[in-house]
């Protein structure tokens, strides 16, 4: 009966630690998919803002685009269009866009004989009895 005793407490004990190293392997796993790469993610965009200098494209986290006019400790001005400026906090810029970016191209011209008639010659169509007038 002894051995039979001392097989049972073996077991028990075996068994309790299966549950912390479950909690242990999830843990890992929620580190190694969620909290590492939230943290390469952040240093990378310190990285980022913190290599800002004047002249550079960006795209701000709120979708702005802008070239980067001055640049303060907390805060950065960009010109988003010509002669207007905004100020944002230097943690709002999410990239600097390298400088062949699609933006600095033209845009692409409509195509020859769609939308160039004026809409003053445009015919206006009429009822069956010649009326022009649109109004009950």
């Known amino acids: 009966m002894g051995i039979m005793y ?9 068994g309790s630690f299966t549950p912390i190293l479950i909690i242990a392997v999830l843990f890992g ?12 993610r952040q240093r990378r965009a310190q990285q ?12 701000t986290t709120a979708g702005i685009y ?7 400790d907390p805060d950065v001005e960009l010109e988003i269009a010509p002669g207007v400026e905004i100020r ?6 999410m990239d600097i866009l390298p400088e062949d970016s699609p933006m ?9 004989g769609v939308g ?16 022009t007038d649109r109004n009950p």
């Open 116 to 131: 160039d008639k004026p809409a003053s010659d445009w015919d206006t169509p009429k009822d069956d009895w010649g009326s």
């Open 88 to 93: 944002i906090m230097r943690r709002a810029i």
């Open 66 to 72: 802008g070239t980067v006019t001055a640049v303060d």
């Open 104 to 112: 600095d191209a033209d845009p692409p011209q409509p195509e020859p």
């Open 6 to 14: 001392l097989a049972a407490a073996s077991k028990s004990s075996a």
């Open 29 to 40: 796993v929620f580190y190694f998919l969620i909290i590492r790469p939230q943290r390469n």
């Open 48 to 59: 980022t803002q913190g290599a800002v200098v004047p002249g550079q494209r960006v795209r």
